[in-house]
């Protein structure tokens, strides 16, 4: 009984840490900041649960629908990395179109699949519901 009551401590402050981890996600109140959160969920942390909490209702099921994160990037966003580095636009010129409730945000990816360095250029529009930014489309390419 010693033994096991121990061992239950970490287990269940493992279950704590994780479950923030997803919570955390949905509080950002930025919309750049949420989409580098999105993309970073799915390519970095390969967890497309997380990435599912920041989109739309339609675009959530789609993503969960593929099952796994390299079917989402390579399905979606015609993207495929092993580990990527994840910016939005801050040029400083239309860094992103925002509007009441609604925003348009460009992310820039520099990252490696299977040893070969890609770069590309992804657009996404992103609304308001209840106060949290979720990503409800993906734009065509910019180029």
């Not at 479950?19 to 993309?39: H, L, R, S």
């Not at 040029?91 to 009441?100: L, P, T």
């Not at 409730?101 to 250029?121: E, H, P, Q, W």
Request: glycine share 4%; net charge positive.
């Amino acid at each position: 009984m010693f033994l096991l009551k121990y061992l239950s401590i970490p287990f269940l402050l493992l279950l704590v840490s994780c479950g923030n981890e997803k919570e955390e996600i949905t509080t950002i109140d930025n919309p750049k900041f949420v989409a580098v959160a999105f993309f970073d969920a799915l390519y970095n942390e390969k967890n497309i649960e997380k990435a599912a909490l920041v989109c739309d209702d339609k675009l959530s099921r789609l993503v969960l629908h593929y099952r796994s994160p390299e079917a989402v990037g390579r399905h979606l966003f015609n993207m495929s990395y092993d580990k990527v580095e994840v910016k939005p636009d801050d040029s400083g010129v239309k860094i992103r179109e925002q509007f009441k409730g609604s925003a348009i945000v460009t992310v820039y990816f520099d990252g490696y699949y299977n040893d070969n360095r890609l770069k590309d250029v992804k657009r996404i529009s992103l609304i308001q519901r209840k106060g949290k930014w979720v990503i409800d489309k993906i734009l065509k390419d910019p180029f």
